[in-house]
């Protein structure tokens, strides 16, 4: 059935305005300032005065199928994608992460598989963990299948971590074939070496994550991507970028014409090193890579938002347990599985400590968590609000308090790392290609409505 949005106050990444939204099938199809809806065939109306009305949000860096240290991330696509709507996320960017031995082609029909159950649209960063003489066919087809990005590691070396040559032969081809490359930026080399020396020093516990991966650590592998951009003319996105050194790394490669964007992830905006030095191994819960780091480098990761030089924010939602996974753990804290759940809160964080506290416009809200991931990943059908659009629409309170735990959230895992942090808004109703997948703060999606978003190549 057709959907009427009355008295919207539209906020986009550009504009702020009060319409009506007509949504035929999964499309925008009018924007007026009014509509009459007896002038149209019967539809489905909600009222969204007094709220305010956003393009769907996207995440564009997540893990929900993921094999990863030993263990496997504890959401399912059904459970993610019900929580991302939730927390007014509409399109979810998963990594395909094979291992090094599988084949490219197999892992991206298997990661496809398990996303057929999910009640959000997605796409996915196709992981790219080995280069032999038969990959460029593999990442050719599966580019020609609709999935527009790689995705490298330079950091877990040993795992999914490739080496420099590898490292070329990817950005090369994805230079020819025109999509990006998402990068993770660390020098693996440096992280092996201080854990080694560490561990040796008797330095077992979580708090010892971010000493064996300090800021010049993840700068070091900033500037080594963008030298390797720079040799190949490749686009690269660098994910979850944690600390000041690293966006001046990638500040200064833009500077000098490298195609290079910034991505920061919600746990960094937020959370500082303090947490993963709980006692009793409650830091455990708190331990992600890049490491969380000293405050300072939050204040400049939000003024890096503000000034346009991080484009985009996601989560790196990566569910692991605290009772049976991140215990994995204990007496080597290079066991600990690497993660934090987020995928439900990262609008509500980026709304209440970003836009509440100033440090950002809602523009700049709506940009960086929808419209530059639409625009950097070519997901040409979402991110904003017009006539042509898919409809995917977060009608936002922004006159809810509340408080997260992990008794209420949605997620799979059995702690939030942001238990106890207040709430200055949620998405009241949420609103997926042209049906309402939220109503009133409660889910109402049908199951595995979910779509593969068709994308144009952007690198
Ligand atoms: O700690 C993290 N970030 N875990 C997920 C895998 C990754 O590196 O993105
Ligand atoms: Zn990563
Ligand atoms: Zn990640």
Redesign the pocket.
């Known amino acids: 059935m057709p959907l009427l949005v009355k008295n919207a106050r539209i906020v986009t990444a550009t504009a702020d305005y009060t319409a009506d939204i007509y949504c035929e099938r999964d499309t925008i199809t009018r924007i007026d300032r009014t509509i009459d809806q007896w002038t149209l065939p019967p539809c489905d109306i909600l009222d969204a005065a007094g709220l305010i009305t956003f393009p769907g949000f996207i995440d564009p860096h997540v893990?929900v199928y993921l094999p990863?240290m030993g263990t496997f991330a504890k959401d399912t696509w059904a459970s993610a994608s019900r929580a991302a709507l939730l927390g007014g996320t509409t399109t979810l960017v998963e990594m395909i992460c094979p291992a090094r031995a599988d084949d490219p082609v197999s892992a991206c029909d298997l990661w496809r598989s398990k996303a057929r159950e999910s009640v959000c649209d997605y796409s996915f960063h196709m992981g790219v963990t080995r280069f032999d003489e038969r990959t460029p066919a593999a990442l050719k087809q599966i580019v020609d299948s609709g999935i527009t990005s790689f995705k490298v590691?330079l950091?877990y070396k040993g795992a999914l971590g490739i080496d420099d040559h590898e490292l070329f032969d990817t950005l090369r081809l994805a230079r020819e074939l025109g999509v990006v490359v998402a990068a993770?930026c660390e020098n693996e080399e440096l992280v092996a070496l201080l854990q080694k020396q560490l561990l040796a020093a008797g330095k077992t516990g979580p708090e010892w994550h971010e000493p064996s991966r300090p800021a010049y650590v993840e700068a070091s592998g900033v500037h080594h991507l963008c030298a390797f951009a720079e040799a190949t003319g490749a686009r690269v996105y660098i994910?979850?970028t944690s600390c000041e050194p690293a966006v001046q790394e990638a500040r200064r490669a833009a500077a000098r014409g490298v195609r290079v964007d910034v991505e920061a992830v919600i746990p960094h905006l937020t959370l500082d090193r303090s947490y993963a030095e709980r006692p009793d191994f409650d830091g455990a819960k708190y331990v992600?890579?890049p490491p969380l780091r000293e405050k300072r480098h939050q204040e400049a990761l939000w003024r890096a938002l503000a000034a346009g030089d991080v484009a985009t924010v996601a989560t790196?939602h990566?569910p692991f347990d605290f009772a049976t996974q991140k215990s994995m753990g204990k007496g080597d804290f290079t066991k600990i599985p690497?993660?934090i759940p987020s995928v439900e809160d990262r609008v509500n964080l980026l709304y209440t400590r970003g836009v509440c506290e100033g440090r950002i416009d809602l523009h700049t809200f709506v940009r960086v968590a929808s419209t530059n991931a639409a625009r950097i990943l070519g997901l040409s059908t979402k991110g904003d609000i017009a006539v042509g659009l898919d409809a995917d629409l977060c009608l936002y309170d922004s006159n809810h308090r509340g408080v997260i735990s992990a008794t209420t959230h949605a997620m799979q895992t059995d702690y939030s790392a942001f238990e106890g942090f207040e709430l200055k808004g949620r998405p009241r109703h949420v609103v997926r290609r042209g049906e309402i997948v939220v109503r009133d703060a409660a889910l109402v999606a049908n199951p595995s409505q979910g779509r593969l978003t068709p994308r144009v190549r952007t690198g």
């Open positions: 893990h990863f590691f950091a993770h994910v979850h992600m890579s790196d990566a690497n993660g």
